[in-house]
């Protein structure tokens, strides 16, 4: 798979354990074409998102230890610089309470975790190349 340039996933994950899963899944699909940073706090992860080099795509956990996932999804959405960033929730709650309040707060999509490595790699695996790749963000016009 060869994405236009190299592009850059914030994965915002207190467990480790996913974390790594996530990172192996993500990895081993899109090698050097995708850079994956971490973020294992809230506020990690809004500190950079705020940064440079510019994130492209955000994997966002909800249950963060201090900030939320909510919250952090409130702040991008805040920021004018940040507030176009494609934000994917990627979380284990099946909640439809969740569901509704990501979207509310302007998440582009949520998914759920799966049970199995072989279903979160199905379903990491199509992310990035429909939000990095497919999907047409108002930056992405050329002038």
Known sequence: MELAGQRRILLVEDDANHRWVMRRILDNAFGEDVT?????????????????????????????????GIEVLKCIRAEPKTRGLPVVVLTSSQEREDVQTAYQYGANSFVSKSETPELMFQRLRMLPVYWLELNRLPGDAKT
């Open 36 to 68: 994956v940073e971490e973020a294992e706090t809230g506020e990690r992860a809004i500190d950079r998102a705020l940064r440079k080099p510019q994130i492209d795509l955000v994997l966002l956990d909800l249950g963060l230890p201090g900030i939320g």
